[in-house]
């Protein structure tokens, strides 16, 4: 178990076959079942007891921070979440690149087709698994796509304690700390050289 769990949603967690252009199944449609999207489009990345043996650039960046700073933090896959979250858990820090399936890529396949995209589907998925059993730890939002989260009722919605838009290493870090302290947590925090709440916390 982990004072501090990053992950990403399944979108995220693969290599894409190691094709250049498959990366985009990540913004994908729902056109095939899931086992076989799964299967062509975006296997599984490894993992070592749950630990994700990769995850995004983001997301360990993050994790280098914490590590130097001298915290308890693993990097879990999305499917094993369980083996590393507990009482003692006090963060659960997300990557998300495309949440809502906003992004330019995912809202031209998903309006050619009238599907939701995978990495929407993935992302609420997660969210949904994350709050079933995260007792009292703070559920932080963070990643390229974290502008689709920034508005405080889909936080809200989603049990996002905390967004943080834009450049993550020293926000998110400073956010993290506090959430690991049990300060409380504004909704929304823009992620700059020094950090600038948006919202005042709830």
């Given at each position: 178990m982990s004072e501090i769990v990053l992950t990403a949603d399944r979108s995220l967690m693969s290599d894409y076959g190691a094709g250049l252009f498959l990366g985009f199944a990540a913004c994908a449609p729902r056109l095939m079942p899931e086992w076989l999207?799964?299967?062509?489009?975006?296997?599984?990345?490894?993992?070592?007891?749950?630990?994700?043996?990769?995850?995004?650039?983001?997301?360990?960046?993050?994790?280098?921070?914490?590590?130097?700073?001298?915290?308890?933090?693993?990097?879990?896959?999305?499917d094993h979440l369980r083996k590393f979250i507990d009482g003692e858990t006090k963060v659960i820090g997300i990557t998300a690149n495309d949440p809502l399936g906003l992004g330019p890529a995912s809202t031209t396949f998903s309006g050619l087709t009238r599907r939701e995209t995978y990495s929407a589907i993935f992302y609420r998925r997660l969210l949904s698994q994350v709050n079933s059993f995260k007792g009292g730890a703070k559920v932080i939002a963070g990643g390229p796509g974290a502008w689709q989260l920034a508005d405080e009722r889909i936080a809200s919605k989603l049990g996002i304690d905390c967004v943080v838009v834009g450049e993550g290493e020293l926000t998110?870090?400073?956010?993290?700390?506090?959430?690991?302290?049990?300060?409380?947590?504004?909704?929304?925090?823009?992620?700059?050289?020094?950090?600038?709440?948006?919202?005042?916390?709830?």
């Open positions: 999207y799964k299967l062509l489009l975006c296997p599984s990345i490894p993992h070592v007891n749950g630990a994700a043996k990769f995850a995004p650039c983001g997301t360990r960046k993050i994790e280098a921070a914490l590590l130097e700073k001298g915290y308890d933090v693993v990097v879990a896959h999305p998110a870090l400073r956010v993290i700390e506090n959430a690991v302290n049990g300060e409380d947590l504004p909704r929304v925090v823009e992620g700059r050289k020094s950090c600038h709440w948006i919202s005042s916390p709830p």
